[in-house]
């Protein structure tokens, strides 16, 4: 029985080994020595622009709120999917409750490393897969116009997480896998500027792909499906296919797109519905050519007919 002995032995070495090793793997990263450098002072005016442009209120003011209650972020939404429900938390100006005591690198780091000023993983509930793809300058000014809300008292229930998903130190083997900095569509040289504009903004501060991409097991978008339609995040229903083809929104003109931003109306004059109803009272309050690059980029994108087929009259709700 020697030979068991030594069996185990090893096996129990090999599990230390991989122990440690994931252990290693999974801490938690945060901005290299250069990025503080270029979050400079931070601009209010222009980072409103960003407030919208994320859809901060969507996720972070409290389910139902109208007007300027909107802008009161204490959070309380709840997220279901298939690893539990998530909370997306305080983040008014409250400095116990919400977010006030942070710096400018804290928010930076929540936004472009998915780590919390102490030192924990985020979950990828919020969206900072998309956000890592974001200018750091854009995220400072972001900082200067959330110091202008409200401080709002009160925590938001916690997650209800099942194991092993409530273990936070296993977010950094799936951000190995999936925290990316580049963009998700290549673009050749000479591609107009308002295409890559709509670029940054889809893919970076707007996270469309968090919504309209369908998921693997892990829970990571598949690119190779990008904005190919998905299954609801409130788990009811799908979200379309908004990708340039059939199957998608191959009848829409880049008009057709920037006015259902604007109104929420579609060509066929049917209105906004769903969980689209909040986005595109974010997207009403972008300029104009922020709404036109985002078409010229939703038109520009391979088309993907085999994805969640639109409906004609709600085709980006």
Not at 27 to 53: C, E, H
Not at 123 to 139: G, H
Request: glycine share 12%; net charge neutral; charged share 20%.
């Amino acid at each position: 029985m020697a030979w068991l002995k030594k069996l185990v032995g090893a096996l129990v070495i090999l599990g230390g080994v991989g122990a440690v090793t994931g252990w290693v793997l999974s801490a938690p990263a945060r901005l290299d020595s250069q990025t503080p450098a270029k979050l400079g002072p931070g601009d209010a005016v222009k980072g409103k622009r960003i407030f919208y442009a994320g859809g901060c209120t969507s996720c972070h003011a409290k389910p139902g709120s109208q007007g300027d209650a909107r802008l009161q972020l204490v959070g309380g939404l709840e997220l279901k999917t298939p690893f539990g429900t998530f909370v997306p938390p305080n983040i008014s100006q409250d400095p116990t409750d919400g977010i006030g005591a942070w710096s400018v690198e804290d928010l930076a780091n929540a936004m472009l490393k998915g780590v919390s000023p102490s030192g924990e993983h985020f979950y990828p509930a919020f969206p900072y897969a998309s956000y890592a793809r974001m200018n750091p300058a854009d995220i400072a000014d972001l900082y200067a116009f959330l110091k202008t809300l409200p401080a709002v008292a009160g925590k938001a229930p916690g997650n209800s997480l099942s194991f092993p998903f409530n273990i936070r130190r296993g977010i950094g083997l799936w951000k190995l896998l999936y925290l990316r900095d580049q963009p998700v569509v290549a673009f050749p040289e000479g591609t107009p500027d308002p295409v890559m504009a709509g670029r940054y903004l889809v893919e970076g501060p707007g996270h469309c792909g968090e919504c309209h991409t369908p998921r693997d097991f892990a829970g990571g978008t598949k690119k190779n499906d990008w904005l190919a339609g998905a299954v609801a995040a409130e788990g009811r229903g799908t979200v379309p296919n908004i990708t340039s083809g059939e199957g998608g929104l191959g009848d829409w003109s880049e008009a057709d797109i920037a006015n259902y931003l604007e109104t929420g109306f579609t060509p066929e004059f049917d209105s906004v519905g769903g969980a689209m109803v909040d986005v595109q009272r974010n997207m009403a309050e972008l300029m104009p050519e922020d709404r036109a690059a985002i078409a010229a980029y939703l038109k520009a994108i391979p088309p993907h007919p085999n994805g969640y087929p639109a409906r004609k009259k709600t085709a980006a709700n």
